[in-house]
């Protein structure tokens, strides 16, 4: 049974354009979200992150929303760049300190310019 | 500072074999977990330790193994190993636990 899902495998935008990239998740307990980004060949990145008690972080062109009543977050970026190609991944922990991070099965994003 | 360190970075094995993957993490970092990556499956959570103890384990056979070291680096050991086992292994580490993970770029095992 998957906790964190992201029902799009993939999404291409043009370059100057708002990327939205979701992700839903079916564990109420989860309490801390993060957005990973990978490119080819290499280990995942931190993107971004949020705690349950927020509904929204932003960290330059990045911006992740929550809403915890859909349980669904989403992670905004805007502009994309062609250098934000890449596969971005969600993940959820739960249990403050003592959980493990659930992962999305990623959505590949292409921006094309 | 030098990133998490995974060793080697391509492995070829045939069915049947053992396998031992290495990690060494950040320095000052004392976690690590372990998670294989295939194509449309996500990252899977193998196992995490904590001050060489293991903490919490995913939902993979008794084949997939780790231990941590006092100086904190990992290694992961797969046993037996099946076709379904060629993945990206990737290893991960943070100061505490899961807050928020570096990981590695990996180990890409092909199994024959």
Request: charged share 15%.
């Amino acid at each position: 049974d998957q906790q964190v899902k992201q029902n799009s495998p993939s999404l291409s935008v043009q370059e100057g354009r708002i990327s939205i990239l979701n992700c839903d998740y079916t564990n109420s307990m989860f309490d801390y979200f993060l957005w990973y980004k990978k490119y080819p060949a290499e280990g995942p990145t931190f993107l971004i992150s949020i705690s349950s008690i927020k509904d929204k972080n932003e960290d330059g062109r990045f911006t992740v929303f929550l809403n915890k009543s859909a349980k669904h977050l989403s992670l905004h970026i805007v502009p994309s760049q062609p250098g934000d190609s890449a596969v971005y991944f969600c993940a959820a922990r739960w249990g403050g300190s003592q959980g493990n991070l659930i992962f999305g099965k990623g959505t590949k994003l292409s921006v094309k310019p | 500072k030098a990133g998490v360190t995974q060793t080697p970075r391509y492995l070829i094995k045939t069915r049947g074999q053992q396998v031992t993957l290495s990690c060494s993490p950040i320095s000052g970092h004392r976690s690590v977990s372990w998670y294989q990556q295939t194509p449309g499956q996500g990252l899977q959570f193998l196992f995490e330790y904590f001050s060489e103890t293991q903490r919490n384990k995913g939902n993979f056979p008794g084949r997939f193994s780790g231990r941590q070291f006092s100086n904190s680096r990992s290694e992961m050991n797969v046993s037996t190993l099946e076709l379904g086992d060629s993945a990206l292994y990737l290893c991960a580490s943070s100061f505490a636990t899961n807050e928020k993970l570096f990981f590695g770029s990996g180990t890409q095992l092909s199994v024959l």
